[in-house]
């Protein structure tokens, strides 16, 4: 039962352009939701968060919009970096228990 | 510097052979817990612990234990480790009521 959901595995984009990453949830509870970034053979590493309460939290090239009706949540990177090339996974949480992961979207930066 | 740590980072062992997969943090966090990384799947937690002596299961939490004798510890137990336990595991933390985890660089274990 995967209550949070990144149906794209991969994602190709140009440097400088804009990287957008999908996020899709069924759990209607969920209360805060985490963006992590995860280069190869490193943990994965917190990039942004956003309270169900709001429906954008920047953070310097990052944005993350949340659409509560639509269950959905994506991330923008703007402008996309070679250095941002990793695995992005999306996460959800109930009152910071319970934490679900996406399966993530490895992201590719072309210079 | 605050961390995450974990050893081994590489293990392949055989099935049957008891194994621990240690983890530490040095960030005084209540929480900490396990997962499991497999393809098409993301992260899936395995057991967590809020506290001392307070542990329990995750979503996955079949063939594996777990112990929290000490805040900083949290030791991941394969008592008689199978195939289908190859997989990358990382342990994490952070303080209890947070949502930011903090991981270790993972372990990646082949049973075969």
């Known amino acids: 039962d995967q209550q949070v959901k990144q149906n794209s595995p991969s994602l190709s984009v140009q440097e400088g352009r804009i990287s957008i990453l999908n996020c899709d949830y069924t759990?209607?509870?969920?209360?805060?939701f985490l963006w992590y970034k995860k280069y190869p053979a490193e943990g994965p590493t917190f990039l942004i968060s956003i309270s169900s309460i709001k429906d954008k939290n920047e953070d310097g090239r990052f944005t993350v919009f949340l659409n509560k009706s639509a269950k959905h949540l994506s991330l923008h990177i703007v402008p996309s970096q070679p250095g941002d090339s990793a695995v992005y996974f999306c996460?959800?949480?109930?009152?910071?228990?319970?934490?679900?992961f996406g399966a993530g979207t490895r992201l590719t930066v072309k210079p | 510097e605050a961390q995450v740590t974990q050893n081994p980072r590489y293990l392949i062992t055989v099935t049957g052979k008891k194994l621990t997969v240690t983890c530490s943090q040095n960030?005084?966090?209540?929480?900490m817990s396990w997962y499991r990384q497999d393809p098409g799947l993301g992260l899936r937690q395995i057991y967590y612990?809020?506290?001392?002596?307070?542990?329990d299961k995750g979503d996955v939490p079949e063939g594996y234990k777990v112990s929290r004798k000490e805040k900083r510890n949290f030791p991941l137990i394969l008592e008689s480790p199978s195939p289908n336990q190859t997989s990358l595991y990382f342990c994490a933390s952070r303080f209890l009521g947070g949502y930011e985890q903090y991981f270790g660089p993972g372990t990646r274990l082949t049973v075969t």
């Open positions: 996460a959800a949480s109930v009152w910071a228990n319970d934490m679900r």
């Open positions: 960030m005084n966090h209540e929480y």
């Open positions: 759990n209607s509870m969920f209360d805060y």
């Open positions: 612990s809020m506290n001392v002596e307070v542990t």
